[in-house]
């Protein structure tokens, strides 16, 4: 059973900063793209932060310059500073497995919640 377990939500000041972790158990098929998406109460999930298995980093734009995200196998980390308001969301990490030479398929994980309040 391929699972993502995330770690790392919390409560935090705007200005603050939190780290989130994904370790994907993966059954040994091989990671492709890993990501981190968002989705705030009462609109649509998106994408946050995307790294490649050749580690190059995409960004949205709302978080350039506050946001990084890496990766270390089979594990991602999402990097999270100067935070505000708007970034409060449940933040989900996704993973695309290799299964076979002609299919990929995307595993999420639970989730977990960041809120920025003071």
């Known amino acids: 059973q391929v699972q993502l377990v995330e770690s790392g939500g919390g409560l935090v000041q705007p200005g603050g900063s939190l780290r989130l972790s994904c370790a994907v158990s993966?059954?040994?098929?091989?990671?492709?793209?890993m990501a981190w998406y968002r989705q705030a109460p009462g609109k649509q999930r998106e994408m946050v932060a995307l790294?490649?298995?050749?580690?190059s980093p995409h960004y949205a734009d709302s978080v350039k310059g506050r946001f990084t995200i890496s990766r270390d196998g089979a594990k991602v980390d999402l990097q999270m500073n100067s935070l505000k308001s708007e970034d409060t969301a449940v933040y989900y990490c996704?993973?695309?497995?290799?299964?076979?030479?002609?299919?990929?398929?995307?595993?999420w994980g639970q989730g977990t919640q960041v809120t920025v309040s003071s």
């Open positions: 993966n059954r040994g098929f091989n990671i492709y793209n």
């Open positions: 996704n993973a695309l497995l290799v299964i076979t030479s002609t299919e990929v398929k995307a595993y």
């Open positions: 790294i490649t298995s050749g580690g």
